[in-house]
């Protein structure tokens, strides 16, 4: 058995120990789980499971807000992370310690014996752990990567909530909305309520909770919003709540997002009730790093991490109604797996000077060569290349930005954890 030191040991550790940075399953990380929490289902805290490609995280930024502004102990496990590991793994929205981390890790380590494991199931078994331990009153799992066969769905939730689906990791996931779909529905249980915010969810996932006898709980059909300018009201099966503040989180498709995670409080009020006032506080308080995440200044920065056509099309809405006539400047790098040309067509009209930062520690970051071809097929003649890293792209951004030019940093989250970690931008 290990016994590092620092979590940095740990980590470093974790990325060579198994042979798949990226190994869908249940099977092993099933065994170990089992071994280590042996009696884990009657000491599960009540779990609601977030699955989806686009809007996972601002949902349980929700969730975990409602919960800790009603005095509820919330345990909420997203990944990645932007800065710290630590992000991954948090109670009442604080980052858990080092010394927690490393102490989970080791009795990880010790039930799983010759059992090999990824970097991602240490972490989702260390967030399992860490939260029974510190005897939360409910966690938020999100998704790593589909649903059927991530290490997450080896909990049986009692609230699942799906998002938005949208084409991506095709490789693992399938080419289509209805394969894709069909991955996410995986959280699913029998007789248990499912809450889908996207108004026209993918027909494979539907077919499947009606062969589950899942309870489906669909946006638009079985709960609804309405915006009133600077207020927005929600209704559910019962019940309507009236002038809620709209969400801290910028951009219209985060009504649906506050509302699917308002449906999955109430139907856990009987054993955690929330009051209106609570949720109107989280609304308020809610934060996410990343997302439509601005920085005010001479020249505001906009910092996001989408990545695929659905979120970028999002993020071209957000700019075309926050910032319409300012010259935009972008600093841009991708994963060589996405839909570069599709991001690129969709952010062409908006932008006004290209910057590619590229990610030479990430053998997953597509290269400069393969972005100035992608560039070159998009018409996008005029592109800055030739940067080292982000810090040179962002200086030649900035050099070349009037005042109140805007700087916006998208794509890939290892660009905007650089941009976090050179501007000293806090979690």
């Known amino acids: 058995m290990n016994s590092f030191v620092s979590l940095t040991e740990w980590l470093t550790w974790q990325e060579s120990l198994h042979p798949l940075p990226i190994d869908l399953g249940l099977e092993r990380v099933k065994r170990v789980f089992e071994k280590l929490l042996p009696n884990y289902k009657n000491q599960k805290p009540p779990t609601i499971t977030v699955a989806g490609t686009n809007g996972k995280g601002s949902t349980v930024a929700y969730l975990q807000e409602f919960y800790f502004a009603s005095g509820h102990k919330v345990g909420a496990y997203t990944s990645p992370h932007i800065l710290r590991y630590n992000e991954r793994i948090k109670i009442n929205g604080k980052s858990v310690s080092d010394a927690l981390i490393c102490a989970a890790f080791e009795q990880i380590d010790k039930a799983r014996g010759n059992i090999s494991l990824s970097y991602f199931e240490f972490s989702t078994l260390a967030a399992l752990l860490i939260f029974l331990q510190e005897n939360v009153a409910i966690q938020i799992l999100e998704v790593g990567l589909g649903g059927r066969l991530d290490a997450v769905n080896i909990v049986d939730t009692d609230i699942a909530i799906v998002t938005s689906i949208a084409i991506d990791h095709v490789e693992y996931l399938g080419q289509t909305r209805d394969e894709i779909g069909l991955e996410k529905a995986g959280i699913f249980r029998p007789n248990t309520p499912a809450i889908i915010s996207e108004l026209n969810p993918p027909a494979s996932l539907l077919r499947y909770a ?100 659905q979120a970028v099309q999002t993020l071209v809405d957000y700019v075309n109604e926050n910032f319409e006539n300012h010259c935009i400047h972008a600093i841009f790098s991708i994963m060589k797996d996405k839909d570069i040309a599709r991001v690129l067509e969709l952010m062409k009209p908006v932008v006004t000077n290209w910057f590619f930062a590229p990610l030479p520690q990430n053998p997953r970051a597509i290269s400069e060569d393969k972005m100035r071809e992608n560039f070159a097929q998009c018409n996008i003649l005029t592109a800055n290349l030739g940067f080292k890293n982000f810090a040179e792209a962002f200086l030649a951004a900035k050099n070349n930005a009037k005042s109140g030019d805007l700087i916006l940093v998208f794509g890939s989250f290892f660009l905007v954890s650089d941009c976090c970690a050179n501007l000293k931008i806090g979690e």
């Open 210 to 309: 009606y062969e589950k006898n899942v309870l489906l709980l669909q946006l638009g059909k079985t709960f609804f919003y309405e915006k009133h300018g600077e207020t927005w009201s929600w209704q559910g099966l019962s019940q309507t709540i009236s002038d809620l503040p709209n969400p801290a989180l910028k951009g219209n498709h985060q009504f649906r997002n506050a509302s699917a995670a308002i449906f999955a409080t109430q139907c856990l009020s009987n054993d955690l009730p929330i009051s209106e006032s609570s949720l109107k506080m989280g609304l308020k308080n809610v934060k996410l790093a990343g997302r439509f995440q601005l920085i005010e200044g001479e020249n505001p920065i906009l910092l996001d991490v989408g990545h695929n056509p």
